[in-house]
Nanobody, 125 residues
């Protein structure tokens, strides 16, 4: 079982930047891919981006491509989501997730088996 804890959410204005952090513990070494998802009120949880623990592959949803960047620190078992040029539509609860599977470009909620509790990001326009 992988335990995930997100931090770094908050209230910002449109155009601002924010960095979210995710700390992984437990059997984190059994996960291959770390992902970020978000969920706005009344909407389904949606894929934001993902990165593999080994290598350099990362991929993103079209809606955040060019604005968001995922990085990781393997030694600290941490994953980060740098969010720039934030928009009001980026508002939601952001979740860190881990998957024991690997498929380049995977973005389905069902492929991620461990989840954090979420951190709220609110972007005011």
């Amino acid at each position: 079982q992988v335990q995930l804890v997100e931090s770094g959410g908050g209230l910002v204005q449109a155009g601002d930047s924010l960095r979210l952090s995710c700390t992984a513990s437990g059997r984190a070494f059994n996960s291959n891919v770390m992902g970020w998802f978000r969920q706005a009120p009344g909407k389904e949880r949606e894929f934001v981006g993902a990165i593999i623990w080994v290598g350099v592959s990362a991929w993103y949803a079209d809606s955040v491509k060019g604005r968001f960047t995922i990085s990781r620190d393997n030694a600290k078992k941490m994953v980060y989501l740098q969010m720039n040029s934030l928009k009001s539509e980026d508002t939601g609860v952001y979740y860190c997730a881990a998957s024991p599977y690997y498929r380049l470009g995977m973005e389905s909620v069902s492929e991620f088996t461990s989840w954090g509790q979420g951190t709220q990001v609110t972007v005011s326009s």
